[in-house]
């Protein structure tokens, strides 16, 4: 382990419970105590402690490319190789679907996304001169989406080959609406949170399943917008529309696609009559990757050799 890694990760203040020191029998009074040697087949409290980082760094560039609509970027950079022994077991999913096998993902999320950005990117540029339908303006037109991941959990397996996490993950989006060649602009706030497990995959942390749950996801007030909405000038609307509502995965209606599945357990978002409840589930301390929390699907789990203990 580098020190300067290993002094990086000490520096963030991660308090892990591993990383506590245990007193050495018969060592004398007032003396430093030892720090206890990892178990047989477990990583050092060092490298857990760098693992711990990357993970959050790696949820992290997941937020940062959803914001800017890089879905297809991120799918190739930061999930699960598409040719890989992790790709077919791969699942994002929600209170609605579970998209199964990274080809689903890449199809759904990646590919869907990226052409629903291209056809806004079209119809703005139809109507504002000042945006050209090619790549320099993409995005151009598109909904904007924002997530944080805050208040980490994130437990390293002990064989340091998975890794599990947990996240609230609030945000905002807007939304822009085109009617009769003009835009009207809305907004909704989000709160979420996902839970996932990560792989490392040729030495390199990647995604491997990611399970949202939504809190409230609320439409926000007209009157938040009203200064963007204004500086569209002649390109403003004029006058509201029905709220869009939901998250965009949320709004497809009808049966699931091909290679989604029907979640095992549908959170439900706020109500009055909501028990409590945490869900996704917590990570905990744990030895090896046998089964995952969160898959949330009749999905085979089968444990691949690299995900095993040795």
Known sequence: ??????????????ALSACKQQPVEGTAP?????????????????????DTIQIQNLMSRHEYMHAAGRNLEELDSYWV????KFAATA???SPA????????????????????AEAARKQLSGIDPSVKDTDAFFGAGAEWVMHNSTTPIIEIADDGKTAQGAWYSPGIGVMPQYQDGKIHLQSMLFNEKYGGDFIKEDG??????????????????????????????ALALGHPLKQTGGEAGERMGGELPEGFRKP??????????????????????????SKSKYTNCNCEQDVPAEASSP
């Open 1 to 14: 382990m580098k020190m300067k890694a290993l002094a990086a990760g000490l520096a963030l203040g991660l």
């Open 30 to 50: 007032g003396a430093p105590a030892e720090a206890a040697a990892p178990a047989t087949g477990s990583i050092s409290d060092g490298q857990r402690a760098v």
């Open 81 to 84: 190789s598409r040719n890989g």
């Open 91 to 93: 699942t994002f999913g």
């Open 97 to 116: 679907w579970v998209m199964y096998g990274v080809e689903t993902i890449r199809k759904a999320y990646g590919e869907k996304s990226h052409a629903d």
């Open 204 to 233: 390199k942390w990647r995604i491997w399943h990611l399970q949202m749950a939504y809190d409230f996801v609320p439409g926000l007030p007209e009157d938040m917008l009203k200064q963007l909405n204004e500086q569209l000038g």
């Open 264 to 289: 095992l357990y549908s959170y439900p978002a706020y109500s009055p009559q909501r028990a409590s409840v945490i869900w996704p589930k917590l990570p905990e301390p744990y030895a090896t990757f």
